[in-house]
């Protein structure tokens, strides 16, 4: 009977919706810099020298360059393009996928679509003062739901696809770690927290103002902000009850914000603006947070719903 119930437990919780999904197996610097805890991705540049290390051996490869090496350490140069590369590392029992992005430069940018992918203006239009310095990220299909962080994926920042592909996104990655460092700190208090719901990341110009918000320097058009909620498995589409009050409302909301506020104290992750919101017709309410560098809060209302209890 007991093994018929480990195979029960093992198809439950073992499949590709395992609620704990795995972080990086191994510890990697990039150029001699550490990729900061829970991290999938790092960002190069066209052409750039690049120092892969690693305090154990590993075998090393980059499928799509026909790069290959074995060791600590793993150098090589990128072509002078822009491009999203898988980098694999492996040893006996263990093998790692990394997402390496070299974006593609603002310098390139000059109308106001991709190849097809509408982008509007930054800024009024006529100058390139207000260009995302980070460039635009060029995602495929293969590619689009990679993960780039323990819980995260390219997808969850790119809420709504514009005609076919490629798509491309800017994104800060400092914004990723902080939402796994968030993820973290709430669990530390409230260990059924699982998943990160992202309901707006980057947006373009064409549209944010498409949904009607008129402001052209929102920190969602520089991939440097996220809308979400922390929510257990499996996911029911609404953020939990973190403070434990018996009830969803904004207070779970500021809850979030405040572990993001002692992980700011703390230096551990980028210093940003952030805020709690209501509920609203369509959903519960979600958290504003971003890394612009300095701390602002803004106001919002309690709650649209008259007493939501759980």
């Not at 822009?82 to 006996?92: K, L, R």
């Not at 100058?127 to 962080?149: M, Q, T, V």
Request: a negative charge; hydrophobic letters at 40%.
């Amino acid at each position: 009977m007991s093994g018929v119930v480990m195979v029960l437990v093992f198809l439950l919780f073992g499949s590709a919706d395992d609620p704990l999904p795995a972080g990086p197996v191994f510890d990697i610097s990039v150029n001699n810099i550490p990729l900061k805890q829970h991290m999938m991705a790092f960002v190069a540049s066209p052409g750039s020298r690049m120092r892969l290390s690693c305090p154990d051996s590993l075998s090393w490869s980059i499928p799509d360059l026909d790069l290959n090496g074995t060791g600590t350490e793993f150098s090589f140069t990128l072509p002078r393009s822009h491009g999203t590369y898988t980098v694999n590392a492996s040893d006996e029992s263990s093998i790692q996928e990394w997402i390496m992005i070299v974006p593609l430069d603002k310098n390139q940018f000059r109308t106001a679509s991709l190849n097809s992918f509408p982008v509007g203006f930054y800024g009024d239009g006529n100058s390139r003062d207000n260009l995302p310095d980070r460039g635009f990220i060029e995602l495929w299909p293969d590619i689009f739901h990679a993960r780039i962080s323990t819980h995260l994926s390219f997808s969850d920042f790119l809420g709504h696809t514009e005609g076919g592909w490629p798509q491309y996104m800017v994104l800060d990655l400092r914004l990723v770690h902080k939402l796994e460092c968030v993820l973290a700190e709430v669990a530390l208090s409230y260990p059924e927290a699982r998943d990160i719901h992202c309901i707006s990341g980057f947006r373009t110009p064409a549209y944010n103002a498409a949904i009607g918000n008129d402001t052209g320097f929102s920190l969602h058009l520089y991939g440097a902000a996220s809308d979400f909620w922390i929510e257990g498995w499996p996911g029911n589409d609404l953020i939990d009850d973190l403070d434990r009050n018996k009830r969803i409302d904004v207070f779970d909301g500021e809850f979030i914000v405040a572990a993001s506020r002692r992980l700011e104290a703390a230096g551990e992750v980028a210093v940003g603006g952030g805020s709690a919101y209501r509920w609203i017709t369509s959903h519960g309410p979600f958290v504003h947070l971003d890394t612009r560098g300095s701390a602002p809060v803004w106001q919002t209302r309690r709650s649209l719903v008259d007493n939501p209890v759980i």
